[in-house]
């Protein structure tokens, strides 16, 4: 769950089929821009239901979307990350860099949809000693990948 927690603002970041084929621009068409609720989330070992996060306290499910920036959580957990969307790419695709409260950044690339008022984020840490990170190719979590649904408020 430690893993899932640290990638959940990131995978609020993104997710727009709708936004396919658009013009890559913050809060334009393809804008994620919102409040969301985290509803799922899941990675090679980990599969949380929405039934499963209610049993968190709302704060630390919500993810604020807002001028390519994402802040989830609440409190001493509180993380902020900024991304860029290319919703031309298809799947449409996101960067990531997750500043944590500690002061220490990651950096995550991945893929995301947009399917009404559900946001679906697929992302992989870019790790620092590797030339390059495959980024994900289709929505699934595995080994690298954490797969997270948030539902627009």
Known sequence: ?????????????????????????PGGPASIDGTYTLVGGET???????????????????????DNTITAGAGKAQTTST????????PAEIDLTEKKPDGTTDKYTGIYKLDGDTLTICLVRVVADQKETARPTEFRADLRTTLTRYRRQ
């Open 1 to 25: 769950m430690n893993r899932l927690a640290l990638s959940a603002p990131l995978l609020a970041l993104l997710a727009a089929a709708t936004g396919c084929g658009k013009k890559d621009q």
């Open 44 to 66: 090679d070992l980990v599969r949380l239901t929405e039934d499963d996060l209610k049993k968190l306290p709302d704060a630390d499910r919500r993810v604020v979307i807002a």
């Open 83 to 90: 991304f860029q969307l290319h919703p031309s790419k298809n």
